[in-house]
């Protein structure tokens, strides 16, 4: 599965951007990626994981703008149509897995 974070936050203050940039570095450690600008996606591996992840985004959410989780399958992921220009693209693959022995 995957979940994305969609982000409206205000840059309009040093304090804004700051706390903009913090948001975003969280996101990245969490091990989003931005697809767009303010749009991050992370694959999980079970729903219990994507809970423990958007739990860990509620408790860093910034005090103004807007935030918006979404999670989606496998499934409905791979139907997003990518395009840069009028040239479509493949959406992101879902990462390998290690085996741990």
């Known amino acids: 599965m ?5 982000f409206d936050l205000p840059v309009n ?6 706390q903009y940039a913090q948001f975003r570095k ?7 990626a931005m697809l767009q600008y303010s749009v991050y996606a992370r694959y999980c591996n079970s729903e ?8 860990h985004i509620h408790g860093v959410l910034p005090p103004y703008g807007q935030v918006r989780i979404l999670s989606v ?6 139907k997003m149509e990518v395009f840069f220009g009028k040239k479509r693209e493949k959406p992101e693959n879902a990462p390998i897995q290690l085996m741990l022995f």
């Open 2 to 6: 995957w979940l994305f974070a969609l």
């Open 13 to 18: 203050t040093q304090q804004s951007r700051r």
């Open 26 to 32: 969280t996101l990245i450690r969490e091990g989003f």
């Open 48 to 55: 219990e994981a994507s809970v423990a992840h958007r739990n």
């Open 73 to 78: 399958t496998d499934a409905q992921f791979e």
